[in-house]
């Protein structure tokens, strides 16, 4: 079945380090969504993209989405310990949505 | 305020005993959408719906029952709840304004023994 696979599963960084996380679908999708989860909450949508190539800024995140559409990527500039949880992209190829596993952030001051 | 309301927020139960879980959006949104969160797993659909009356599959849909009579309201049903159910459940409501973008409720801890 479809599968949208997300790397890496964990990461530490510095506090002002950068960050990015990875998507790939193993289909084309309509369109990719990001999502933050902080800890012992629920998933807060980010960013929608929709065409190929894409490229979208909110502040300190770079959100892509490749030619394809079959992969995206988050980066994140100069983390902050505001930006600990855990980030999960999700593909639209119709009607459903298919999570990745997510990228837990921990940021160390 | 706009919210996804869910309840129970925490629930044990035994073997076999059914269950509901309720879900109620009041953003008018076509779209409810019911999903389990496991370590590891991250998060995976069992149930969709476009639309009152229209009700779809997800990628893990063995176990659970769904109904959508109302726009605003999606319960989950587990008709004969087993330990592999053991989860966190969200519900999640969204499409409007050419977004397909979900508002996820606060979800729902399930221990089942």
């Known amino acids: 079945g479809q599968q949208v696979m997300q790397i890496p599963q964990y990461q530490h960084v510095q506090e002002g380090e950068d960050f990015t996380t ?20 629920h998933p807060v949508f980010l960013i929608q993209l929709v ?59 | 305020e706009a919210q996804v309301t869910q309840n129970p927020r ?43 009356e229209v009700t779809d599959k997800g990628d893990v849909p063995e176990g659970y029952k769904v109904s959508r009579k109302e726009k605003r ?8 709840p087993s330990p592999n159910q053991t989860s966190l459940y969200f519900c999640a409501s969204g499409w409007a304004e050419n977004s397909y973008e979900q508002y996820f409720g606060p979800g729902t801890r399930l221990t089942v023994t």
């Open chain 1, 22 to 41: 990875y998507c790939n679908s193993s289909t084309t999708l309509s369109n990719i969504q990001w999502y933050k989860q902080r800890p012992g909450g």
């Open chain 2, 10 to 52: 925490y629930l044990i139960t035994v073997t076999g005993k059914k269950l509901t879980v309720t879900c109620s959006q009041n953003m008018n949104h076509e779209y409810m959408s019911w999903y389990r969160q496991d370590p590891g797993l991250g998060l995976r659909q069992i149930y969709y719906s476009m639309n009152v």
């Open chain 1, 51 to 109: 065409k190929s190539g894409e490229v979208k800024k909110q502040k300190r995140l770079t959100f892509q989405f490749g030619e394809a559409k079959k992969n995206s990527s988050l980066h994140i500039t100069a983390t902050q310990t505001t930006d600990v949880g855990t980030y999960f992209c999700a593909g639209v190829p119709y009607y459903k949505y298919i999570f990745g596993t997510g990228t837990r952030l921990k940021v160390l001051a």
């Open chain 2, 73 to 80: 309201n999606f319960p989950l049903i587990l008709e004969s």
